[in-house]
């Protein structure tokens, strides 16, 4: 069984700063890919970055110069690095990661929990 667990969320004032954490567990192969998306109340699920294994991140154009997405390979863990944070922002965080664990011919894609994070004075 693959688990993907978030951390970091919170509330912070317009301007700051967050950084969430994912880890990847379980009987798994190969990551293949690691990236993060976001829901905010009434809208739809959002790319926010995403990160190949072995390549470079990709970032929603809303995010860009703001975000920083990054692994650590041997810690099966995604990073989103938050900057400058508005209050567009907000909303619920999801870890999201294609995977093949040992049990299964293909890959899969997995999703965390969810983190809120809520930008506010």
């Known amino acids: 069984q693959v688990q993907l667990v978030e951390s970091g969320g919170g509330l912070v004032q317009p301007g700051g700063s967050l950084r969430l954490s994912c880890k990847a567990s379980?009987?798994?192969?190969?990551?293949?890919?690691m990236g993060w998306y976001r829901q905010a109340p009434g809208k739809e699920r959002e790319l926010v970055a995403a990160?190949?294994?072995?390549?470079?991140?990709a970032y929603a154009d809303s995010v860009k110069g703001r975000f920083t997405i990054s692994r650590d390979n041997a810690l099966n863990t995604v990073y989103l690095q938050m900057n400058s944070l508005k209050p567009e922002d907000t909303a619920v965080y999801y870890c999201?990661?294609?995977?093949?664990?040992?049990?299964?011919?293909?890959?899969?894609?997995?999703w965390g929990q969810g983190t809120q994070v809520t930008v506010s004075s």
């Open positions: 990160m190949p294994t072995g390549g470079t991140g």
């Open positions: 999201n990661a294609l995977i093949k664990p040992f049990s299964t011919v293909l890959s899969g894609n997995y």
């Open positions: 379980g009987r798994i192969f190969a990551i293949n890919a």
